[in-house]
């Protein structure tokens, strides 16, 4: 009682003293801070648990522990998941995604530390992922709360875990206009005057914080020193076709093994066929291990040496094409571990392994060229790496804009701006050609469950088909008379539409129109003759509660020209959708949305 009190006089007194655009702003730095501090719980845990692995027991069995150790962190994540969380912890974006569309931006309070206490396990003990995507949800799940406690709207509601997106890749990239990009790229958020102050406010909070903990040490340290050339357009721009190429490996591979995973019931049975596979793959392949940003800096940095030093095939690293071939095989490999760290049950996100296979996958495409002799001068190694993560990034994660302005911000300047979006440009491209969703939204967008940026299918998106159902409605039977429809029905409903169903009442077999009796509705010497099967007709279409979003219900109403449709649940006739009811519905939510 005394904390509901408090809460009323919080609210009064802001309601009083604070406009709500002010309280925005605020709530918009408190966001931004929370989600720079979960980068920092996020990246410290994880580096914790690896450098207390990483002692004597690598030391002293080095190949052992790169095949226990996946299996051992999958374990504690699923006993983690069971016995603490009680609450499957799904992965960081998607679940964001689907609580904005779906669940009107509310996240429950278990997601906010779910990920901060699976993530860092995950991928501390070898799981082939990244942190972005469990930073972005616990921020945003603290942004949902915080925005539910202070009894927000909607609007409000999905402008804030926007707003923790934002903060959260600021914070871990120090790239904040990039992470403002992400925001409005990745979260279909309508870029607006309203919306962008508090982007800004929480993106800066974020990255403030960021240097508070970590000063100035950055993930991928590094300045462009050398320049664009004219002439190496051609092959900025075969280099977008090969990112294309590879995003779409990426994102059917991912697809398959989750498909495959999905099948299996047992979550320990996950467990173990995951981690023996992931386990088996980073024994043979150490660069597997983890996120994978010091393989990165090793590639930009020029020494590849340094990255493969521990593949156990012993293979002579003085010879190009072996390094060539090496760094060929860590970007097929990298999607199949990341991949099964997911299904073996683990935590985390897809941005740091597409960073890895794109940072590779560009500096084997230059080292091709270079050694080939197809140029008398060579290319910048160093750049293609940089531009290989963008077109990557722009492939598989449909964010072209972020891809850009991301390696742009990391590299101190614009040099590259021409190149990246060369690259960025056909990769995105090409991948959305074949592959219209990206991994992120591939599940969401085949139910039609995706927020995009076409706002009216944004609006139909948020609308929940259970708020346009409609009971009142008196369901008849096909053997009942003339006078019993009259003194049963019509006299006691103000509709002029009745569903006719079976003997048991479930299943729905006809309707029967006011219009179709107004004739003989009246001539009593017919009320025991006529039956309803005399009159019913069928249906135009049926709406069925669990295959039909919104928009395939317009799209019915449209096609069939019915302003009354019925809907059938589980086999069973549960009421009715009307057009006009539907129709004021969605000028409601426009209206809402676009405040």
């Known amino acids: 009682m005394f904390n509901k009190k408090l809460l009323k006089r919080i609210l009064v007194w802001r309601a009083k003293h604070i406009t709500n655009r002010q309280f925005i702003y605020i709530l918009s730095v408190i966001v931004g801070i929370t989600s720079g501090i979960g980068a920092v719980l996020l990246k410290n845990a994880t580096h914790f648990i690896q450098h207390a692995l990483e002692g004597k027991l690598v030391a002293n069995y080095h190949h052992a522990f790169y095949f226990l150790s996946p299996i051992l962190g999958f374990f ?19 679940s964001t995604l689907y609580a904005i569309a779906k669940r009107k931006g509310l996240m429950k309070r278990y997601q906010m530390f779910g990920s901060l206490i699976t993530a860092p396990i995950t991928v501390g003990f070898g799981g082939s992922v990244g942190l972005e995507g469990p930073t972005v949800a616990t921020g945003a799940a603290i942004s949902s709360n915080l925005s539910r406690f202070f009894h927000l709207d909607q609007t409000t509601r999905n402008l804030l875990i926007s707003c923790a997106a934002a903060g959260a890749l600021s914070s ?33 909070s974020a990255i403030i914080t960021s240097y508070f903990f970590f000063g ?12 664009f050339i004219i002439a190496d357009v051609p092959f900025y721009m075969a280099l ?68 493969l030093a521990n593949n156990s095939l012993h293979l002579d690293l003085e010879n190009v094409w072996v390094i060539i071939a090496l760094l060929a095989g860590l970007v097929f490999f990298k999607v199949i571990a990341g991949s099964l760290t997911f299904g073996a049950g683990g935590v985390g996100g897809i941005f740091a392994p597409t960073l890895f296979m794109g940072s590779i996958m560009g500096n084997c495409f230059a080292k091709i060229i270079n050694n080939s002799g197809l140029v008398n001068d060579p290319v910048s190694e160093s750049n293609f790496t940089l531009i290989g ?13 972020t891809a850009i302005f991301l390696i742009a911000e990391v590299t101190g300047g614009y040099e590259l701006f021409v190149p990246l979006m060369i690259t960025s440009t056909l990769s995105f491209g090409i991948t959305k050609y074949f592959y219209p969703h990206s991994v992120y939204t591939m599940e969401l967008g085949r139910k039609g469950e995706l927020l995009t940026h076409d706002k009216d299918h944004a609006v139909l998106t948020l609308m929940d088909i259970d708020t346009v159902i409609e009971t009142n409605f008196i369901p008849l039977k096909k053997k009942m008379t003339l006078g019993d429809v009259v003194h ?14 079976d003997k048991k009442g479930h299943a729905l077999e006809g309707i029967l129109l006011l219009d179709d009796i107004r004739d003989v509705m009246f001539k009593q010497e017919l009320y025991k003759t006529l039956k309803v099967a005399d009159f019913m007709r069928s249906v135009p279409d049926v709406i069925v509660y669990e295959e039909d979003n919104v928009q395939a219900v317009m799209n019915k109403f449209q096609l069939s020209g019915a302003w009354n449709l019925p809907i059938i649940k589980e086999g069973k006739y549960i009421g009715f959708v009307s057009k006009s009811k539907l129709l004021t519905a969605y000028r409601k939510k426009l209206i809402d949305f676009t405040k």
């Open 76 to 94: 504690l994540v699923y006993l983690c998941v069971k016995y603490i969380i009680r609450n499957k912890v799904s992965h960081g974006i998607p």
């Open 172 to 204: 871990i990239f120090k790239a904040p206009i990039a992470a403002i990009v992400f925001a409005i790229e990745v979260f279909s958020l309508d870029l607006t005057i309203a919306s962008m102050l508090p982007l800004l406010l929480a993106s800066l």
């Open 216 to 227: 100035d040490d950055v993930l991928l340290p590094f300045k462009i020193e050398d320049k």
């Open 240 to 307: 977008g076709v090969v990112a294309a190429l590879v995003s779409m490996y990426y994102t059917e591979v991912y697809d398959r093994i989750q498909q495959f995973f999905d099948k299996i019931e047992s979550p320990i049975k996950r467990v173990l066929i995951g981690g023996v596979s992931i386990g088996v793959l980073v024994y043979f392949i150490p660069p597997l291990y983890g996120e994978g940003f010091d393989v990165i800096n090793h590639l930009i940095a020029g020494h590849p040496e340094k990255a």
């Open 389 to 401: 993560m963008a077109g990557l990034m722009a492939g598989v994660l449909h964010a072209p804009l």
């Open 488 to 501: 049963k029905a019509i006299v006691k409903s103000n509709r002029n539409i009745f569903p006719v169903l």
